[in-house]
């Protein structure tokens, strides 16, 4: 079955640097992904969505890269803020029949001042 | 314009006990979905409906049931809540099936 795999352990950087974070996953060639961020207590807010034809995305500090060939997805957040401080989650389709996506457990991100 | 919204916000329930949670957006929005989340579990989906008038199962639909009332509304029952059904529950609607916009959530406990 598809599977889903970002860090469960939290990422600490320090402010002003990029954040990285990785969602691999196995099985499926899907054909989009997408990132959420979610602050404690709320809901998922969407970020940013790749297609399987795109290498690499752009929305002002934000960066989404997309290796088909890998199987994973890379985030990173330039110039990383503490207000960058949540968690992060992946989010594709797991097969071919469906559009819905299904999402990571997410990987918490720590900007610390 | 409110986009998702969700009540109750918080609901204390005992075993065997029902109750509905109501979903409602103002995006003119085609899809709605409910999704539970639990530590450690991520985000997983319980129902959907890609339109007014249809609804499907997804990942984890036992002990729940749904209505899609209009386009504006979309329900999750619980007949007889059990513990394990103790989660935050999050509803989303989505124009096409790539953005979902999510209400801020509703935290259960059945004791």
């Known amino acids: 079955s598809q599977k889903i795999e970002q860090n469960s352990e939290a990422l600490n950087i320090q402010e002003g640097k990029t954040a990285t974070l990785t969602c691999n996953y196995t099985?499926?060639?899907?054909?989009?992904l997408q990132w959420y961020r979610q602050d404690p207590g709320r809901g998922p807010v969407f970020l940013l969505l790749?297609?399987?034809?795109?290498k690499e995305k752009r929305k002002e500090r934000l960066k989404v890269t997309f290796d088909t060939t890998l199987k994973q997805s890379l985030f990173h957040i330039t110039a990383s803020q503490p207000a960058d401080s949540a968690t992060y989650l992946c989010a594709l389709p797991v097969s071919g029949g469906s559009y819905i996506p299904t999402f990571g457990r997410g990987t918490s991100l720590i900007v610390h001042p | 314009n409110a986009g998702v919204t969700q009540t109750p916000k918080f609901q204390v329930l005992k075993t065997g006990q029902s109750m509905t949670l109501q979903c409602a957006q103002d995006m003119n929005h085609n899809s709605m979905y409910w999704y539970r989340q639990d530590p450690g579990m991520g985000l997983r989906l319980i129902y959907y409906s890609a339109s007014e008038g249809t609804t499907d199962k997804g990942e984890v639909p036992n002990g729940y049931n749904v209505s899609r009332l209009n386009k504006r509304e979309f329900s999750l029952r619980l007949e007889s809540a059990a513990p394990s059904q103790t989660s935050v529950y999050f509803c989303?609607?989505?124009?096409?099936?790539?953005?979902?916009?999510f209400g801020p959530g509703t935290r259960l406990t059945v004791t």
């Open positions: 099985n499926y060639s899907p054909a989009y």
């Open positions: 790749i297609r399987e034809n795109e």
């Open positions: 989303a609607s989505s124009e096409n099936s790539y953005e979902q916009y």
